[in-house]
């Protein structure tokens, strides 16, 4: 970053590698010859791979840990099982954590290529899921990108699954406002994205760093379908009782929601029972069955579902 001129007018400005603070940029040659104002082909490539995708939901939060790979399991685990027609499928694209082959149980799967892409790893008939996990020699193995061969990868992800035609595919990121964020988003300007569900728990540091990230998304001109806020309440697991162990000081993710006029999704409750399922990648429907979890995610789904084709 410090080679970039302090009075650098831009790529795409006309006066491009042309311009005073210019000279001496070592990326004038490219700009002067207006390569860089060429949109980014993988753009057009994303488009058209996930044209056969019904609804793309980009899964967000502002802090790490506060449940965005958990709840995006639940979802997709949910909709997939309540809707056995649909087709439904996960991308994790949290290059340097990702959680999703645990979470859904694939853990140690193989992903194959063929002449159509990358197949992704099944979970269901009606589920499949793709992430850097299972390109790694072993689940230990740290991830040391740039921001350059990140968003390289996250193009190879959006443009090369072969996903066949999907009804729902949900968008697992990392936290906060990253390079991986920005790809995604420019990746699928053209690709009709659905929105982005935010994930928060109830304290405020927690709701300060989603407040961002919906700024986030007002400025990319993503929907924001609505926020979901985990960890609501503590559900007991000798006597199955609820209570706030993290109170909403400031009225919670609900509050905050009708403050900045987005959809309140609804809360999910802290069940160690939960955690356990994803350390062990347990489906948590069948597990959790007749749990207050699960009865919470179903007015959840239904606010996702309402927002989509
Ligand atoms: N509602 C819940 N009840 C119990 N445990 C939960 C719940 N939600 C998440 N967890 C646990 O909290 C931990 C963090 O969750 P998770 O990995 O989903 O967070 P994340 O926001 O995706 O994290 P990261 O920012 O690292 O990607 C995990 O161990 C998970 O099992």
Known sequence: MSEIPEHCPGVTSDTAGKASACAGCPNQTVCSSGEAKK???????????????????????????????????????????????KNVAVLDIDICGPSQPRVLGVLGEQVHQSGSGWSPVYVE??????SIGFLLGSPDDAVIWRGPKKNGMIRQFLSEVDWGSLDYLFIDTPPGTSDEHLSAVTYLSEADLTGAILVTTPQEVALLDVRKEIDFCFKVKIKVLGVVENMSTFVCP?????????????????????ELGVPFLGGLPLDPALAKCCDDGEDFLAVLEGSRVVDDLKDVVTGVLKCCK
């Open 39 to 85: 949109p980014d082909p993988g753009i057009g490539l994303v488009r058209d791979r996930l044209s056969q995708v019904r609804n793309k939901i980009l899964i967000l939060s502002g802090k790490g840990g506060v449940g965005k790979s958990t709840v995006t399991a639940l979802l997709s685990r949910f909709v997939a099982r309540s809707n056995p027609e």
């Open 125 to 130: 008939d009606n589920l499949s899921v793709m």
């Open 238 to 258: 000798t006597c199955r009782k609820s209570s706030e162990i993290f109170p909403a000081s400031t009225g919670g993710a609900r509050r905050m929601c009708e």
